[in-house]
């Protein structure tokens, strides 16, 4: 399944493979097999209660009690309540407010002087003593809201409080039902939310945590043996051969070395199997046929009062000669060099070490929230810190420590983007809820509403998506019954519309900024759509939708994204000549749309498909993954998957311009066509290279004339510095110079007698990117 496509296949007759009880039962056994095979404890146990969850699929499917594909799955369950959901969109049948009690709950109960039961504990804060609690953890903000379920009872607290009674009461008839099996009430934590503004990717508590996980590397570990140990040993055991055989290592016929040598033989030996039961990691000194093996067995046979055969002084000979020409005479200065540096290697501090010297100061900071100066923290090794560990007073802390520290981060996006702390647009994706909590949430007037309302809205965007049929949209958390009950309290007004308006364009001139030639994620999506809804702009963003569960189908928003796309590239731009597009054709197809809204709409969105699968030159009807890849492809394009809306209508521009836009995509094109030409499975770097491409064609299209030819010399000029991968890119470059130049590509994206090519991503039958021989 595309990562982070959308879950929409169609109803039967046309099952989708992924609907089907196939798919689970291969992540069921996928599951099981991980969880008795992995090395990592975590990596199993996390792998067995994935065996539960498909378990509890396949049960639910067979008995009826799962309806997949449905927005309410669960039987006896409404959209509202956050299902558990599996790879694929799949729900097990159980809440994620759910299950037993947890030990803040059994506490709260504990408390309360109540039956330690979820019924009981409900009951208990409707109670005035029970709802003074909510109010003080209200006007306090020490709480924390993981599911969304768990703010509900302080919004009827909030209610109560504001005089909205008959609200209150409706909302508490609305949940009593689940009151024993669903969590309601919120977590308590030592310190309030952090204010909004700043971002972190971790936790202090999740950094301290991974840092405390760290453990020896048994690869790192036996090379430091090696240094520390075992090459000090061969060199002693060298010295004490040449002198009895010189630096040539020849052993004269019959020889026997002074009752000295071998009494001092006699201990080396020993030590060697003192050395040997103590230092475990490596096991290249046991080698007989190495140097220091032939070294060791000669040493044995001599200390036994045992003459050297021809063969066996050969050996010693060939031993010495070599490890002298290869290192030098021990003692050497040659010698000496390298063995110094390699002392010092393997004096350097482990990095677990340093890691748990890094989590112990994360100990004493707040652990739910990010903190501001990690640098503070990722200092050299104190005299106290090395007294109480020992490690070297001054050991630096090693970059991969220092990165997992610097996860947990808080700053402002875009300064976390511009260091390079969030090295995707996925990265990205999943920190822009923090923000978008607090535009929300800024519509609300009453400060503790406001911080409720944010703390709900972060919790709920760590629900998983469902898999849906007939294009039915993911529940949005509007639909909450708690966020409905004070929905008339979110009136903020203009000064709100225009704040979330303007975290809008941040987000999107970040994302183009620094990511231009990735494809904006669906959760960025989904994000920057919360925000243009209630900034009130018209900007209908579209999803990646998944190839493999597609079923020709396109909702209204798609029509209306192209429509857009025609009103900025219509008129003869390089994209429109580019990708072959009557933008003219396009724009009537979405007034039609949008013109009349019933039959109208429904025509004019079957239009819209039809134009995709004759674009991409499929029949109509379910096809194969690639071909309904291709068809998605062509939505893609005609859409410009959201690049057009975010220039037209919410006024996106970089700030380093078009141009450098455009020649960073390019560079994201090289790299993925690089990466295609070394991996197993290259169709998805092809792909994704055909994505950023398009990108780039769509930047160029924004750029005046001078700034394209330029743009077009600094990619010659970049491709011939890396002719491997220039020589596979040719065709394409060739066919936008042809195109910028006046030139058109055939029915089938060709110009030049074939020379010249088209890039797109998906292809039934192969593709011209993609690397011989194939895989």
């Not at 291969?26 to 090395?39: E, K, M, N």
Request: hydrophobic content about 45%; aromatic content about 6%; proline content about 6%.
């Amino acid at each position: 399944m595309d990562k982070h496509a959308d879950q929409q296949p169609s109803t039967p007759p046309f099952p989708s493979p992924s609907v089907s009880g196939a798919y689970a039962h291969g992540q069921l056994a996928r599951a099981f097999v991980t969880s008795l095979t992995h090395a990592d404890p975590d990596t199993r146990r996390r792998a067995e209660d994935r065996v539960r969850g498909w378990r509890e699929v396949l049960a639910g499917m067979t008995s009826g009690a799962l309806r997949v594909g449905s927005r309410t799955p669960v039987d006896g369950l409404p959209a509202w309540v956050t299902p558990e959901v599996l790879h694929g969109g799949f729900a097990t049948g159980s809440a994620r407010a759910g299950g037993p009690l947890l030990a803040y709950e059994t506490e709260a109960a504990r408390r309360a002087g109540v039956p330690a039961e979820r019924a009981a504990l409900f009951a208990h804060h409707l109670t005035e003593p029970g709802l003074a609690a909510l109010w003080e953890l209200i006007d306090s903000g020490r709480y924390e809201v993981v599911v969304p379920e768990e703010a509900a009872l302080l919004t009827v607290a909030w209610l109560v409080r504001a005089g909205e009674t008959e609200a209150a009461l409706e909302l508490v008839g609305t949940l009593r039902p689940f009151a024993d099996r669903l969590r309601f009430l919120p977590r308590p934590v030592d310190r309030p939310a952090p204010e909004a503004g700043a971002v972190h990717r971790r936790t202090v508590g999740q950094a301290r945590a991974e840092l405390a996980a760290r453990r020896p590397k048994e690869a790192v570990e036996a090379q430091r043996e090696a240094l520390a140990v075992w090459l000090p040993f061969a060199d002693e055991l060298l010295s004490h051969w040449l002198e009895f055989t010189g630096s040539e290592g020849l052993v004269p016929p019959g020889a026997r070395p002074a009752p000295g040598w071998s009494a001092r033989g006699r201990t080396l030996l020993e030590r060697y199997e003192a050395l040997a039961g103590e230092h475990r990691l490596t096991r290249r000194h046991r080698d007989p046929k190495g140097n220091e093996g032939i070294l060791r067995g000669a040493l044995e046979e001599l200390v036994a009062g045992r003459a050297l055969d021809a063969r066996r002084a050969g050996l010693v000979r060939v031993a010495v000669a070599g490890m002298v020409r290869k290192r030098g005479l021990p003692g050497s200065a040659r010698h000496t060099a390298l063995r110094a540096g390699q002392a010092a290697q393997a004096a350097l501090p482990a990095h677990h070490a340093l890691a748990a010297v890094v989590a112990e100061r994360f100990a004493g900071l707040p652990q739910e929230a990010g903190v501001a100066d990690v640098d503070a923290l990722t200092g050299p090794v104190t005299a106290a810190e090395g007294r109480r560990t020992g490690l070297p007073e001054g050991a630096g802390v090693p970059p991969a420590v220092r990165r997992v520290a610097e996860s947990a981060r808080s700053a402002p996006l875009g300064v976390l983007v511009a260091d390079g702390a969030v090295p995707s647009a996925e990265a990205m994706a999943a920190l822009v809820p923090q923000l978008v909590a607090a535009e929300r949430a800024a519509f609300y007037r009453d400060p503790g509403l406001r911080e409720l309302m944010a703390a709900n809205y972060r919790a709920f965007r760590n629900r998983r998506s469902l898999l849906l049929l007939d294009l039915a949209r993911q529940v949005g958390p509007e639909e909450l019954p708690w966020v409905r009950a004070v929905a008339r309290h979110a009136d903020g007004g203009d000064a709100a519309r225009r704040s979330a308006g303007a975290a809008a364009r941040t987000l999107a001139r970040t994302a183009v900024e620094h990511f231009p030639g990735t494809l904006p994620p669906n959760p960025l999506v989904r994000e920057l759509g919360a925000l243009l809804r209630v900034s009130g702009l018209d900007a209908p963003l579209v999803e990646e939708l998944a190839a493999d569960i597609f079923m020709g189908r396109f909702s209204p928003k798609f029509l209306a994204s192209a429509g857009i796309a025609a009103e900025l590239l219509g008129g003869g731009s390089l994209y429109e000549r580019y990708y072959g597009i009557d933008y003219a054709a396009v724009r009537a197809l979405a007034r039609e749309g949008a013109g009349r809204r019933a039959a109208g709409e429904g025509a004019a969105l079957a239009g819209f498909a039809l134009l995709c699968r004759e674009r991409a030159g499929e029949e109509a009807g379910y096809g194969s993954v690639a071909a309904n890849g291709m068809v998605i492809e062509q939505a893609q394009i005609l859409t410009t998957h959201n690049l057009a809306t975010l220039v037209g209508r919410v006024g996106v521009a970089p700030g380093d311009g078009w141009a450098e836009a455009a020649v960073r995509s390019y560079g994201t094109v090289h790299r993925l066509t690089e990466r295609a030409g070394h991996a197993l499975y290259p169709l998805r770097s092809v792909k994704d290279a055909a994505y950023a491409w398009r990108q780039m064609v769509f930047y160029l299209s924004l750029c005046d004339e001078r700034e394209r030819a330029a743009v077009l010399d600094r990619l010659a000029a970049g491709a011939a510095r890396r002719p491997v991968v220039a020589a596979r890119l040719a065709p394409a470059l060739l066919g936008l110079r042809h195109v910028a130049g006046g030139g058109t590509f055939d029915a089938a994206g060709t110009a030049r007698a074939g020379r010249a090519l088209r890039l797109t991503g998906w292809a039934v039958s192969g593709h011209w990117l993609r690397p011989a021989p194939w895989k």
